[in-house]
């Protein structure tokens, strides 16, 4: 089955500090992969895609991701958080082997940055 | 410009009624799609409209579910008998034609949060 992991429920890292969120999936063929943030009471916000080309996409409010296809793998990184970034971030794919736009989520990850 | 739109925010309903959620996705866009997040779960995929056309409907859990999008602009997703595991929160979701140039992004609403007791 097609699916999309976030090991971890929620991370925590000090403000100016770097922050990675996890993402791994498992979709057959060469899937787009996305971020999308969620602050509270709204909604998902897009923060970045990949497509094809340069592994490192770089997104809205510093956020970066890199995507690496031996390890199936599509990391949101940053290199320096901000409080303001404290927020439940999801990772999507869509899978383009088949005919359909649907987006496959991961459960989220929440992301904490401490002043 | 507008973003997607839902309503009600959030719903709080007794087994077995009926609920009607509303979505207005950004103008212009023939995609329309709805998810739904239950508790600490993953979002899943309900379906997909194109214009007023169901071109995915392979997430819908029952036949209580019923989504329409008459006229290729808003769309009502109606849950009739309402159960205790259909609450959560259901989000829509909306993009443009796939041959414009910002093909594959979907842009999503707030959500509306339902509880059904």
């Known amino acids: 089955a097609q699916s999309v992991a976030q090991p971890e429920d929620q991370v925590n890292v000090a403000e100016g500090n770097p922050l990675t969120v996890k993402c791994t999936y498992s979709?057959?063929?060469?899937?787009?992969l996305f971020w999308y943030v969620q602050y509270p009471n709204r909604g998902l916000q897009f923060l970045l895609k990949?497509?094809?080309?340069?592994?490192l996409v770089k997104g809205s409010y510093g956020f970066e991701a890199e995507f690496n296809k031996s390890q199936t793998s599509f990391h949101l990184k940053k290199p320096s958080a901000l409080v303001s970034d404290s927020a439940l971030y999801f990772c999507?794919?869509?899978?383009?082997?088949?005919?359909?736009?649907?987006?496959?989520f991961g459960t989220g990850t929440r992301l904490q940055v401490f002043p | 410009e507008a973003g997607v739109t839902q309503f009600p925010s959030h719903s709080v309903i007794e087994k077995g009624q009926t609920v009607t959620l509303r979505c207005d996705p950004i103008?212009?866009?023939?995609?329309l799609y709805w998810y739904r997040r239950v508790m600490g779960k993953e979002i899943k995929f309900l379906l997909h409209?194109?214009?007023?056309?169901?071109?995915?409907e392979s997430g819908m859990p029952n036949n209580r579910f019923l989504a329409e999008r008459t006229g290729g602009t808003y769309s009502t997703l109606k849950v009739q008998p309402a159960e205790l595991e259909d609450s959560g929160v259901y989000f829509c979701?909306?993009?443009?034609?796939?041959?414009?140039?910002?093909?594959?992004?979907?842009?999503f609403g707030a959500g509306t949060r339902l509880s059904v007791l």
């Open positions: 409209f194109v214009k007023e056309s169901k071109q995915d």
């Open positions: 979709v057959s063929g060469n899937p787009y």
């Open positions: 999507a794919v869509r899978p383009v082997d088949d005919n359909t736009d649907k987006l496959i």
């Open positions: 103008s212009g866009h023939d995609n």
């Open positions: 990949y497509i094809t080309g340069d592994n």
């Open positions: 979701a909306s993009s443009q034609d796939s041959f414009a140039g910002t093909k594959n992004i979907q842009y």
